[in-house]
C-alpha cells in the first residue's frame, strides 16, 4: 500500500512516522517547506490509499495499522531518524511555546533521540527527560518515571554530580525502589547522598538517609553506614537526628543487634515526644514495628500497628497506614485470628494499589494469599499470588506461596516449577543480608513441599538453606522459620538428633503458625519422631485447637496426624479418638 504512493507523501509520512502514531496537521506545517495546498495534497492521498484516517479532533490524524508507522521508520536511515527527531523536537517545543513543560514526555522523547546530534539537544533531552520523570513520580506511574529519569542520567552522562543530578539520582532511586529495582535504588542514593554530604547539603542528605536506610531491600552493613555519617551531620536532640535515629534502629535491629536497635529507638522516641510532633513518633513506630516483627515480639508489633493506623488516619499518612495494616494482617495470621488477619489484608491492598507501589502491592496481595490457603480458598489464593508475581517475579515469599498452594491442589508439575525457581533466585542472590531473607524462605518450603507430597525431597539441600540462615542471623523470626521447616525435615528423614535442636529453637512459637501447619503441629511430629507419645498428643491436640475458628485445611492435616499419632500411643480411648 506504501509503495502506491508518491515518493513525496511517503516522505512527509516518514516524517509523521516520527512525530507519532497520532499527528496533527499543525505540526507538519511547521516541518519543511511545504505550501498548505501541497500539505493538503498529500494527506488527501494518503487518506485515500487508508494508511491514515482522521481522528474525531479536526486536523489530527493516525495511522491505520501501526504496522504501516514501523514499516516508514525502518525505511530510514539512522542519520536522517535522528534529524528527523531533532526537527521534530524543536517544532513541538515551538508550538507548544510556554506550555512546553507541560508536554516534557514527548518532547523528551524526540530530543533523546536526536542527541548525537548537537549538545543543545542533549542539554533539552536531559531536561524534559527530568521533568517528565517528576510529573510521572507526582502520579505514581513509577515505571515511567523510572524510563524519564533513565534517559535523564544518560544525557547527562560523563558530567561531573551537581545538586541537579544529586536530585535526579534521589528521584530515581525512590522509582526504582517502588518498582522493586533495589540494586538501582540503592546505587542513585548512595551517589545522591554521597554528593550532599560532601557540599554541606544537611537537609538532603537526611532525607536520603533517611529513606535508604529505612528500606528492607537495602538492609547491610553499608546501609548503616551512611545512617551514621547522616548522624554525624546532625545536632543532637534535633527533628534530623530524630528520624536518623529510627533509620539507624531500624537498620541494626534488621541486622540482628536488638539492644542497639532499642537504644536507637529510645533516643528516637524519646525525641519526638519531647518535641511534640506527631509525624515524628509515627515514624518512630513504624520502624519499630518491622524490627519487633522480624525479632518476634507479635502482641507488641501488633499493638503498635493499632497505634499506627490511627495517627496516619489523622496525618493522612497512607503508605505508613499500609504499613500497619500490612503488618497486623501476617501477624494476626499467625496468631489464629484468621478473620481478623483477612480484613487488615484487603485494607492493605486496597492502600497498595492506591499507591501504587509494586513492592507494598506484592506485600499485600501475599497476606491475602496466606489468608485465602488458610481458609481453603485455592482460587482467591492463586489470584492474589498471580498480582503478586506479575510485579515481583523474582520475590520469594509468593514463590513459595504459589508452590504450596499447588502442591495442595495437587498440581505438582506446577509446584515443583515454582519451587525450583525460588531456589534459581535464592543461588542467584549474592553473599549479605538479603541472600539469608531469601536462603530463609528456601529452607522453610523444601520441607513443606516434600512433607505434602509424601516425597523423598532432598534433605541435604534442605539442611543446606537452613544452616546457610541459622549460621547467620540471630532474627527470631527466621531462626523459628527456618526450624520450622528443618524440624520437618527432621521429621521425615527420622533424624532424632535434628528433632531435638528442632523442638528447643521452637520455644516461644507454641500457639502460631507458619504458613500451613501450626507450629503446634510441627511439634508434636518432632516429639513423636523422638518416641515422646504423650508429648506428641499434647502438642497436635493444641493445635487442632488453635486451628479451630476457620483454618480447615491446617486443621485436617493436623487431625490426620493426630489419628495416626494416637492410633501408634495405643493409649486407652485413644482408636476412639482417631476416629
Known amino acids: 500500500r506504501l509503495n502506491r504512493l508518491s515518493q513525496?507523501?511517503?516522505d512527509l509520512l516518514q516524517v509523521a512516522a516520527i512525530i507519532g502514531r497520532e499527528f496533527t496537521y499543525d505540526t507538519l506545517t511547521l516541518l519543511g517547506e511545504r505550501d498548505e495546498e501541497e500539505l493538503l495534497r498529500r494527506i488527501e492521498e494518503a487518506l485515500d490509499a487508508r494508511v491514515i484516517e482522521e481522528t474525531e479532533q479536526a486536523g489530527r490524524y493516525r495511522f491505520l495499522h501501526a504496522q504501516m508507522q514501523e514499516t516508514l521508520l525502518e525505511e530510514l536511515s539512522t542519520t536522517r531518524r535522528v534529524r528527523l527527531h531533532g526537527q521534530v523536537a524543536e517544532a513541538l517545543e515551538r508550538r507548544y511555546g510556554d506550555r512546553a513543560d507541560e508536554r516534557a514526555a514527548r518532547l523528551a522523547l524526540h530530543f533523546s533521540e536526536a542527541a548525537t546530534l548537537a549538545p543543545r539537544f542533549t542539554e533539552k533531552a536531559a531536561h524534559y527527560a527530568a521533568l517528565a520523570g517528576c510529573q510521572a513520580l507526582a502520579q505514581s506511574a513509577y515505571p515511567d518515571a523510572v524510563?524519564?529519569?533513565?534517559?535523564?542520567l544518560s544525557a547527562r552522562e560523563g558530567q561531573a554530580i551537581d545538586d541537579s543530578m544529586a536530585e535526579l539520582l534521589f528521584d530515581y532511586g525512590v522509582a526504582c525502589r517502588s518498582t522493586l529495582q533495589s540494586n538501582d535504588a540503592w546505587r542513585a542514593f548512595r551517589q545522591a547522598f554521597d554528593h550532599y554530604a560532601r557540599t554541606g547539603n544537611v537537609a538532603r542528605a537526611v532525607d536520603v538517609a533517611e529513606l535508604a536506610g529505612s528500606t528492607f531491600d537495602f538492609v547491610r552493613e553499608t546501609q548503616t553506614r551512611m545512617v551514621e555519617r547522616a548522624l554525624e551531620l546532625v545536632e543532637e536532640g534535633s527533628t534530623e537526628h530524630c528520624r536518623l535515629s529510627a533509620a539507624l534502629g531500624f537498620s541494626v535491629g534488621m541486622l540482628g543487634d536488638d539492644a542497639r536497635a532499642q537504644q536507637a529507638f529510645d533516643v528516637a522516641r524519646d525525641t519526638a515526644r519531647r518535641l511534640g510532633?506527631?509525624?515524628?513518633?509515627?515514624?518512630?513506630?513504624?520502624?519499630?514495628?518491622?524490627?519487633d516483627s522480624f525479632h518476634w515480639r507479635p502482641r507488641n508489633t501488633v499493638g503498635k500497628a493499632e497505634l499506627v493506623i490511627v495517627l496516619a488516619e489523622a496525618l493522612g499518612e497512607t503508605a505508613n497506614e499500609f504499613e500497619a495494616h500490612n503488618a497486623i494482617a501476617h501477624l494476626v495470621h499467625d496468631l489464629g485470628e484468621l478473620d481478623r488477619a483477612r480484613r487488615h489484608a484487603d485494607d492493605a491492598r486496597a492502600l497498595a494499589e492506591r499507591l501504587?507501589?509494586?513492592?507494598?502491592?506484592?506485600?499485600?496481595?501475599?497476606n491475602q494469599a496466606l489468608a485465602a490457603t488458610s481458609r481453603g480458598d485455592w482460587q482467591a489464593a492463586r489470584e492474589a499470588l498471580s498480582r503478586a508475581l506479575e510485579l515481583a517475579p523474582q520475590n520469594p515469599r509468593p514463590l513459595a506461596y504459589m508452590s504450596n498452594v499447588a502442591t495442595i491442589v495437587g498440581d505438582l508439575a506446577l509446584a515443583t516449577d515454582y519451587l525450583q525457581r525460588l531456589i534459581a533466585v535464592a543461588d542467584a542472590t549474592p553473599p549479605g543480608p538479603p541472600r539469608i531473607f531469601y536462603a530463609a524462605w528456601v529452607a522453610f518450603a523444601l520441607p513443606l513441599h516434600t512433607y505434602l507430597t509424601a516425597?523423598?525431597?532432598?534433605?541435604?539441600?534442605?539442611?543446606?538453606?537452613?544452616?546457610e540462615v541459622l549460621s547467620s542471623t540471630a532474627l527470631r523470626l527466621l531462626v523459628g522459620s527456618t526450624s520450622w521447616g528443618r524440624g520437618l525435615?527432621?521429621?521425615?528423614?527420622?533424624?532424632?538428633?535434628v528433632a531435638r535442636e528442632s523442638l528447643a529453637a521452637l520455644e516461644g512459637f507454641s500457639g502460631t503458625i507458619f504458613a500451613f501447619l501450626a507450629?503446634?503441629?510441627?511439634?508434636?511430629?518432632?516429639?513423636?519422631t523422638l518416641g515422646q507419645m504423650d508429648e506428641a498428643v499434647d502438642a497436635v491436640e493444641a493445635a487442632l485447637r488453635f486451628l479451630a475458628p476457620g483454618y480447615e485445611p491446617p486443621y485436617a492435616w493436623a487431625a490426620y496426624d493426630c489419628a495416626r499419632i494416637r492410633l501408634e500411643r495405643g493409649a486407652p480411648g485413644d482408636r476412639e479418638r482417631a476416629r
Open 519 to 528: 507450629t503446634d503441629h510441627v511439634r508434636g511430629l518432632l516429639f513423636f
Open 356 to 366: 501504587r507501589i509494586w513492592g507494598m502491592i506484592t506485600s499485600a496481595a501475599s
Open 8 to 10: 513525496e507523501t511517503n
Open 147 to 152: 524510563r524519564h529519569f533513565r534517559t535523564a
Open 277 to 291: 510532633d506527631p509525624a515524628l513518633e509515627l515514624r518512630c513506630l513504624m520502624r519499630e514495628i518491622f524490627v
Open 455 to 467: 516425597g523423598a525431597g532432598d534433605p541435604a539441600a534442605a539442611e543446606r538453606w537452613a544452616q
Open 489 to 497: 525435615q527432621a521429621v521425615i528423614d527420622g533424624d532424632r538428633e
